[in-house]
């Protein structure tokens, strides 16, 4: 398996600002990745962060809204800019292991008001 | 594109019966299966796969899980069932295995696991 570890585990934040959530994990990784899961919905792949390149978005997903830094193999951030009500979520990171067998943090609650 | 449909929004089971899980997949190349499970206030944890090989895959916590090519289908099963297993439930496709692009995972909309005594 994997240790991931996220911060902060949840905050409340007021429209207009942003927040920077931290990922790390306990050893090396190739990617990660940032998934939003919506109130009562599914999860949702938003960026592949890649160390040393651009992170990938998905359809839907733009750098400007999700800046992602992933400075070394065991950390990378992910920002929620210039947040608004509908960005409420739990925001988790991941990594995939050996095996093809992908773990998860335990997420970050945000809520926007 | 690559799609998961869990045709369930809840499943209730009594302790100590038979549960099922039911999830459906569409890919274009050979499917990789995952199963998830997310307690209250918990992270996503594993349970299990299928990559190749044996169509009855087994997990943790006594889950197993069959993969049918033709039905396109991979269903969670447990013989007997436990209040504790009382969870969320998700089934995740991607394409390919490892590393790169092919490691991105569609979920489907999850599954309520209700156990009651």
């Known amino acids: 398996s994997a240790v991931i570890s996220q911060k902060p585990s949840r905050d409340i934040c007021q429209r207009g600002t942003s927040l920077t959530i931290q990922c790390q994990v306990d050893?090396?990784?190739?990617?990660m990745f940032w998934y939003r899961q919506q109130p009562g919905q599914s999860l949702t792949l938003i960026a592949t962060?890649?160390?040393?390149?651009?992170?990938?978005?998905e359809s839907g997903f733009v750098i400007d809204k999700f800046p992602i830094s992933r400075p070394n193999l065991t950390f990378s951030t992910l920002t929620v800019s210039n947040m608004s009500p509908e960005d409420s979520s739990i925001y988790l990171c991941?990594?995939?292991?050996?095996?093809?067998?992908?773990?998860f943090g335990p997420g970050t609650r945000l809520t926007v008001t | 594109a690559q799609s998961v449909a869990q045709p369930e929004d809840q499943v209730n089971v009594a302790e100590g019966n038979p549960l099922t899980v039911k999830c459906t997949y569409s890919?274009?190349?050979?499917?990789?299966l995952f199963w998830y499970v997310q307690y209250p206030n918990r992270g996503l944890q594993f349970l299990l796969k299928?990559?190749?090989?044996?169509?009855l895959v087994k997990g943790s916590y006594g889950f197993e899980a069959e993969f049918n090519k033709s039905q396109t289908s991979f269903h969670l099963k447990k013989p007997s069932a436990l209040v504790s297993d009382s969870a969320l439930y998700f089934c995740?496709?991607?394409?390919?295995?490892?590393?790169?692009?092919?490691?991105?995972?569609?979920f489907g909309t999850g599954t309520r696991l209700q156990v009651t005594l």
């Open positions: 991941s990594v995939v292991r050996r095996n093809y067998e992908q773990y």
């Open positions: 050893s090396q990784v190739t990617m």
């Open positions: 962060a890649n160390q040393g390149s651009e992170a990938t978005y």
């Open positions: 890919v274009s190349g050979n499917p990789y």
């Open positions: 299928y990559i190749t090989g044996d169509n």
């Open positions: 995740a496709v991607s394409t390919t295995g490892g590393t790169g692009t092919a490691s991105k995972l569609t």
